[in-house]
């Protein structure tokens, strides 16, 4: 087995590690189902060859964390196919039937696209064992990348919090790290409610226009397949340049630990929203803060994902997407901002101890 159990676990979990394994085609997968309290477990599928329990251990600990903030009716959980997502076509069907029929008794469990896994996984998991999130729109799922999902609960967080920071949002610049499914749909959604894109980074380079960059034309020319940099409506930067454009808000939508604690002093916004997952490091999170830059962490601004799959989970349709991300991430925003003023605690540590509250207050219920 490549796979190793470390140190892991706490009061709230996890409740089942699983390592399986079908030398037949060379599966080998980690199940961690972190807790079920709220209700059965939501958590992607990940395809990678370097995965680890530890880290798999972490997501779903992440998920169980997400999905009691987002007050939805369920628990957190991840797994982790050891293998090449770039594999052939009929390999990764093998896997993802051979994966889904050894999880079928494990009904706690909902498994969802993530890194390396898509609709399509999803549709093979759910033929076979009839359970399954993020499926293709014709088995009755809602795409939450083509919507924008995740990208819309970002623009609802960054409004809530926007007010908090004293910045008029209608008036306000925006930069952007990442120009895929998270950051060109929280541009879009922010440039609806007045908000001006001044830079936008994507993995070859930035762009920069302090009189704003035209969002439909940028995302055209992306769809086009050309890098963000070549875009004629403003002037290239260096991707590194991004951090400290003069910007109200900032938003990171791409790569984890990208604010540390030696470039996040160059930072000329009050408020960064985190669209990606764990984009600033402790200590960064820290600095920022006794510079009075409000953040609001990943698991409340970018929960939109997880909970367009709840409600298509539940037959839900994408307007009740839309208005369940809004209702949710406007009240979880108010809340662990009023919580990190009243308590004196970061928003992170306002949002894990309000999630952790709620993890417990459902666990009480159980019986032992
Ligand atoms: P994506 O692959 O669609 O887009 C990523 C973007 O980041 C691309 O434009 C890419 O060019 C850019 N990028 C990569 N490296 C970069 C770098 N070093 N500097 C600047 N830009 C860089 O991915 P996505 O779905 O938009 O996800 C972005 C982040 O948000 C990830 O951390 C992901 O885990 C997190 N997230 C996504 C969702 C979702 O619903 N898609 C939900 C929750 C969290």
Not at 3 to 15: A, R, S
Not at 176 to 197: C, D, E, P, S, Y
Not at 254 to 267: C, K, S
Not at 327 to 335: F, G, L, P, S, W
């Amino acid at each position: 087995m490549k796979i190793k159990i470390h140190n892991i676990g706490d009061e709230l979990g996890p409740e089942k590690i699983l390592l399986l394994r079908q030398p037949r085609i060379a599966l080998e997968a980690i199940v961690v189902v972190d807790n079920v309290a709220c209700g059965p477990a939501i958590g992607g599928v990940r395809m990678a060859p370097d995965l680890t329990i530890d880290e798999i251990y972490r997501l779903s600990r992440a998920m169980t964390l997400k999905n009691a903030a987002a007050g939805l009716p369920h628990g957190g959980a991840k797994a982790g196919i050891i293998a090449d997502p770039a594999c052939s076509y009929e390999q990764k069907e093998k896997l993802m039937r051979t994966f889904a029929r050894m999880i079928r008794s494990v009904t706690e469990y909902i498994p969802g696209p993530d890194m390396g896994t898509n609709e399509e996984c999803m549709a093979w998991v759910d033929d076979e064992i009839g359970r399954a999130a993020g499926l293709p729109r014709v088995l009755g799922g809602i795409p939450l990348d083509e919507i924008g999902a995740t990208g819309f609960g970002v623009a609802v967080a960054a409004e809530v919090a926007a007010t908090e920071a004293g910045i008029p949002l209608k008036e306000s610049h925006l930069a952007i790290q990442g120009f895929g499914a998270v950051g060109r749909h929280a541009a879009n959604f922010l440039g609806k409610r007045g908000a001006m894109l001044v830079a936008v980074s994507d993995s070859q380079g930035a762009i920069q226009n302090q009189n704003g960059l035209d969002v439909d034309a940028l995302i055209k020319h992306k769809k086009e397949g050309s890098p963000v940099h070549t875009f004629s409506g403003g002037q290239a930067i260096s991707r590194d340049e991004l951090v400290g454009i003069k910007c109200d808000i900032w938003i990171p939508a791409a790569r984890p630990d990208v604010l540390t604690e030696n470039n996040v002093d160059q930072l000329k916004a009050r408020l960064v929203i985190h669209g990606a997952n764990i984009p600033a490091t402790e200590t960064a999170e820290q600095l920022m803060h006794k510079r009075g830059i409000l953040n609001i962490p990943d698991f409340i601004a970018n929960a939109g994902g997880v909970i367009c799959a709840a409600v298509e989970f539940r037959g839900g349709s994408e307007s009740q997407v839309m208005e369940t991300i809004e209702e949710k991430i406007r009240t979880n925003t108010v809340e662990i901002l009023e919580r990190s003023k009243k308590e004196n605690l970061l928003p992170r540590e306002a949002a894990v101890k309000m999630a952790c509250n709620r993890v417990k207050r459902a666990m009480a219920y159980r019986r032992t």
